[in-house]
């Protein structure tokens, strides 16, 4: 398939790679250039516009945030500035006011959005084992799902409204950070108790938490390393006010979101911009004066 893929972060990288690989046609574009150098060595071909991205069949968005999705669909040169009949599948964590307006600009430009964020670190990412949520017209969800299986290990269709999606990739991220900050307040408590951290995550993980999320980060919150960010604090906060937005909209009381915002703004106050989001733990050990 003749594809385009607009975002080379991290994740972005990984997943065009895993693309390539599957066989399909990738062409790039990111407002770094120089990021595409790896892609491109290995036959990728660099894109001038995101609106030249958009020239095969699927245009991919992997971006940090609303900002960058709204500048590459409607800005000048965006996907949406020429005529293209391109599936816009967008991964970003973004909005759900902003999924609503991609799919009606998308609808009244002749083309269709497929909303699809994804679950998963930058490692499951690089091993094709990401997880897919996606939302989106039947046809389309048909035609693009020879690409979530190149990149992921599952996908979930959650409806034929975009936006149901990213309200799913939100709720979703808030239960991590919920996760996290569970594990950081029992680990804290064990530790001044005189136990372990390891010997704590032993115990939860081997009984009744043996989900990725409590192995996943309860290891980094073990070994206390959380630098090179997999998932930076200051994403986090961005969706934490995401999801704070969909909540007021939808009139949903979210007391435990107020303590994770509060601590991500505290950990990046204390920690600086690059730590990863399970950084939180060193706040709530700071707060018990560990």
Known sequence: MKIGFVGLGNMGVAMARNLMRAGHEVTVWNRSPEKAEPL???????????????????????????RAVEAVTFGENGILSVPTRAIHLSH????????????????????????????GRPAAAEAAKLFVVV??????????????????QKSFIVGDN??????????????????????????????????????LLEVLT????????????????????FR???????????????????????????????????????TIAREGEDIDCSGIARTVAANAGL
């Open 40 to 66: 491109l060595a290995e036959g990728a071909r660099r894109a001038a516009t995101p609106a030249e991205a958009a020239s095969g069949e699927v245009v991919h968005t992997m971006l940090a945030d609303d």
């Open 92 to 119: 970003s964590t973004i909005g759900v006011p902003l999924a609503e307006r991609l799919t009606k600009a998308h609808a009244e430009h002749g083309s269709v959005l497929v909303s699809a964020p994804v679950f």
């Open 135 to 152: 939302a989106g017209p039947d046809g389309a969800i048909e035609t693009c799902q020879p690409l979530f299986d190149a990149v992921g």
């Open 162 to 199: 975009p936006p149901a999606a990213n309200l799913v990739k939100l709720c979703g991220n808030f239960t991590i950070l919920a996760a996290v900050e569970a594990l950081a307040e029992g680990m804290t408590l064990a530790e001044k108790g005189g136990v372990a951290k390891a010997k």
């Open 206 to 225: 081997g009984t009744i938490f043996g989900a990725p999320v409590y192995q996943i980060y309860g290891d980094i919150l073990v070994k206390d390393v």
């Open 228 to 266: 090179p960010a997999g998932f930076s604090a200051p994403l986090a906060l961005k969706d934490m006010g995401l999801v704070a937005q969909a909540a007021t909209d939808t009139r949903v009381p979210m007391p435990v979101l107020a303590v994770l915002r509060d601590h991500l703004l505290s």
